[in-house]
């Protein structure tokens, strides 16, 4: 049987051990404060990690842990987990690596259509530690001998994160900025990504993303809908501007379509929720 360590244990990996309950034998997950350590799911071994240090009890269960899901973001001085725990998991029995990152290293390319060949343009200093991220961890992966999947992610939703969520609660905007699109993906077909990912040992990098870059007001308009409300009036993109933070500014900036051809040819992924569209007719469907 598998042990899995999830550094730290986010919203993928909680929806990855939900729906597979009996995958790994054994389950350790790592968070920043004790607040979210408490929040863990039962019957997962919690650890704190703060990307300083590493506590013996963490270094052992490192030792012995044969996945690894690493979603904790690189600092100024790179990752956080190779940083403290390299030479524990280049030394321990490790024999895969996912790593999760973002679609946001492909930069802006005007609306159009990007892939896995496509130069990154990060545009940022903080997208540029991400590049640097994936390379460390694929310089990691070749001296093990290991497979590293690198996972760029689109904008995620799922349950308990999603447009029809925004609206119920009164947050919901209709940024409009002509031109702009986004890609998104479910929850549920990252939780299977990873799963074929690590059942096909893929090494590369892999967007994980669905069928349908669309606007940004697009899916807070059909969530509407869904829920029998009047969508909310469109806010001009310079008007909403003016209090977002530089990091969603960094966001805004960057208008592509990723392609996810090697997603569904190469790795055989099926898409539970292939537009945006499935997925939040699926959410209210189950009163998520």
């Not at 597979?20 to 650890?47: I, K, M, Q």
């Not at 990007?114 to 997208?127: K, M």
């Not at 069928?211 to 009047?230: C, E, S, T, W």
Request: charged residues 20%; aromatic residues 6%; proline residues 7%.
């Amino acid at each position: 049987m598998t042990t899995l360590a999830a550094l730290g244990f986010g919203y993928c990996v909680r929806h990855l051990v939900a729906r597979e309950p009996t995958a790994f034998s054994r389950v350790v997950g790592t968070a920043r404060t004790a607040e979210r350590l408490a929040d863990l799911p039962a019957g997962v071994l919690p650890f704190l990690f703060d990307g300083e240090s590493l506590s013996t009890l963490l270094a052992e269960a490192l030792a012995a842990t044969d996945l690894i899901i690493a979603s904790a973001p690189p600092d100024v001085q790179g990752d956080p987990i190779l940083r403290c725990a390299g030479k524990v998991l280049e030394a321990g029995r490790l024999s895969q690596v996912v790593y999760l990152t973002t679609l946001g290293v492909y930069g802006d390319h005007g609306g159009g259509w990007v892939d896995e060949t496509t130069p990154p343009r990060a545009g940022s200093p903080r997208l540029e530690r991400r590049l640097g991220a994936e390379q460390e961890w694929f310089a990691f992966g070749q001296r093990r001998g290991i497979p590293v999947s690198v996972l760029r992610l689109a904008g995620i939703y799922g349950p308990g994160r999603n447009a029809l969520d925004q609206l119920r609660a009164g947050q919901a905007r209709r940024i409009d900025k002509p031109g702009q699109v986004f890609n998104r993906i479910h929850v549920e077909d990252i939780a299977r990504t990873i799963s074929a990912a690590v059942a096909k040992r893929f090494d590369g990098i892999l967007n994980v993303t669905d069928d349908l870059p669309a606007p940004p007001g697009d899916p807070i308009a059909y969530a509407a809908g869904l829920l029998g409300l009047p969508a909310p009036a469109a806010i001009p993109f310079d008007e909403a501007a003016r209090d977002m933070s530089p990091m969603a500014l960094t966001f805004w900036a960057a208008n592509k379509r990723v392609a996810n051809h090697r997603l569904k040819d190469e790795l055989g992924v099926s898409l539970a929720y292939p537009t945006y569209r499935d997925g939040l007719t699926a959410l209210h469907g189950a009163g998520a």
